[in-house]
């Protein structure tokens, strides 16, 4: 892990693997899916130790603070030494994962798809 004194934001997200290229990280940063001290920011932000980042991907937000800055990617091990997540990030994530589990139906999901004959009772039932 090489330790350097300014990175982009970018690339540092990058290098912590929460993205798998600097082009989906900068178009997550463009689409206001990362915060940076409470604030949008723009991919050539620097980033610097003790900086608070808010990075929501898909159904998951959580909050990281910046422990060591790199702008080499490496093994998972070394990228999770780049941050720590707040208490309160993972209470927050895991208080919604119940929510999810809770919510979904009795019944679940289809273990199957649909038949000719199901097909045909739903296109009646919606009425195409």
């Not at 892990?1 to 290098?15: F, G, H, P, T």
């Not at 723009?42 to 898909?58: C, F, G, N, T």
């Not at 997540?85 to 979904?104: D, G, P």
Request: proline share 2%; aromatic share 6%; charged share 35%.
């Amino acid at each position: 892990m090489s330790v350097d004194e300014q990175v982009r934001l970018d690339k540092w997200l990058w290098a912590a693997r929460f993205y798998k290229t600097r082009s989906l990280a900068s178009d997550a940063i463009n689409g206001g899916k990362v915060h940076l001290n409470g604030s949008r920011a723009k991919p050539s932000k620097e980033v610097k130790l003790d900086d608070q980042l808010r990075i929501r991907r898909a159904t998951t937000e959580m909050t990281v603070v910046v422990t060591a800055i790199s702008s080499k990617r490496g093994s998972a091990t070394i990228a999770q030494t780049l941050y720590s997540e707040t208490a309160e990030s993972i209470a927050e994530r895991e208080r919604l994962e119940v929510l999810r589990k809770l919510s979904t139906p009795a019944g679940g999901f289809a273990d199957h798809k649909p038949d000719k004959r199901e097909r045909r009772k739903i296109i009646r039932f919606i009425g195409k």
